[in-house]
Every structure is written in structure tokens, then in C-alpha cells.
């Protein structure tokens, strides 16, 4: 509990930006592979994009050219950095890792 932090969602208009943070417990960033995904209302839980270790990183198609993730090692922080917003994109955004632990979740909304 509490090993996943997220911030930074918000209210924004379509084409406007957002950046996401994850603050990780230290053994989480050092051990796991860690993701962002994200849950409409009515809709299921999707993967949105993937950093594994060794850096390779993953897009879903809607989001690709849009989205960037990024890690800080020093901060044990991963990020989502979101551009060219779209109302689709509004939903809850929960960081993941290891496929077993989840933030709180933070909201992100786009108006048109």
C-alpha cells in the first residue's frame, strides 16, 4: 500500500498537454517492469504505454505519437507525458508494476 503514488492529472481541452508522475518504493523501480493504463467509465482496464527494464518502451496504437514515457532513476519516478490530448483519452490512469502493484489512480479529463 502506498508503494505507487501517481500525480499530475487534471482538466484540460482537447489538444492540450498533461504530465503524469509515479513516485515508486525503491525495490519496486529497481525490480520491476512498470506501465501506465488507464479505465473509462464502463470500459475496461487497457494498457496505454510500457517501459521495461532495460528501457525498452511499449505504446498502445492510440496513443502513440502522443504519449511518452520516461523513468528517473534517481527520483524512482516514472512519467507519462501527454500531448495532443483527445476527449477519448479521458479516464482514470493508474501506474502499474510488475503486474501485481497499482497506484490510487489520478484523473484526466478532456473537454472538447
Known amino acids: 500500500q502506498g508503494q505507487l503514488v501517481e500525480s499530475g492529472g487534471g482538466s484540460v481541452q482537447a489538444g492540450g498537454s498533461l504530465k503524469l508522475s509515479c513516485a515508486a518504493s525503491?525495490?519496486?523501480?529497481?525490480?520491476?517492469?512498470m506501465g501506465w493504463y488507464r479505465q473509462a467509465p464502463g470500459r475496461e482496464r487497457e494498457w496505454v504505454s510500457i517501459?521495461?527494464?532495460?528501457?525498452?518502451?511499449l505504446y498502445a496504437g492510440s496513443v502513440k505519437g502522443r504519449f511518452t514515457v520516461s523513468q528517473d532513476n534517481a527520483k524512482n519516478t516514472l512519467y507519462l507525458e501527454m500531448n495532443s490530448l483527445k476527449t477519448e483519452d479521458t479516464a482514470m490512469y493508474y501506474c502499474?508494476?510488475?503486474?501485481?502493484?497499482w497506484g490510487q489512480g489520478t484523473q484526466v479529463t478532456v473537454s472538447s
Open positions: 517501459i521495461r527494464r532495460g528501457d525498452t518502451t
Open positions: 525503491g525495490y519496486i523501480f529497481s525490480t520491476c517492469g
Open positions: 502499474g508494476a510488475c503486474g501485481v502493484y
